[in-house]
């Protein structure tokens, strides 16, 4: 009876060890998403400029995209939690999307290679975005999973695991259907 008894507890704590390493392997792969959306909004950050530069000498009198391109660019990089950067690199995306519709008025612009360069990398860095983003929303899955799902919420309350990490939500604009009509009158 006392082997069956040692073998019993010994699975017992194999399982606990192993629903353990399964939650820290899913916070680690959480913070591993967010660092990569980190690293494709930092290379946004370091081609705006760039771009802000080509377009600036075609562009004299649209100094008003350029500003609010600029200041939420500033505020995406200096957002302190996850809400607050999704918030704000919401915000940039939309600004981003209102500069490339302005620089379609502006021919010259269209052709200078290093503005298309720019706006080719742009494209790069946005696809990169959203993959990162996808890849993000799947581990907050994951994890959340972990810690509403028995036994492991158990053994997430006692290593004080919280959810703290929200999804990744487009704004309520993105979500609208676009109109392409609008765009050939």
Known sequence: ???????LAGGLLLALYLVYVSLIKKKNNLKEAAAGIDVQLKKRYDLIP??????AKFMEHERDVFMKVTELREKAMSAENFADK????????????QFKLTAENYPELKSDATMIAAMQGMS???????????????????YKNALEIFPSSL???MMGLKDEYPFFEAEE????????GDYFK
């Open 1 to 7: 009876m006392s082997v069956l008894w040692y073998c």
């Open 50 to 55: 760039n771009l802000l530069k080509s377009a």
């Open 86 to 97: 999704f918030k704000a690199d919401n915000m940039l995306s939309e600004a981003m999307k």
């Open 124 to 142: 790069d860095v946005e696809e990169h975005i959203a993959a990162s983003r996808r890849f993000y929303n799947s581990a907050v899955k994951d």
């Open 155 to 157: 053994i997430a309350a």
């Open 173 to 180: 604009e993105a979500k609208v259907a676009i109109n392409v």
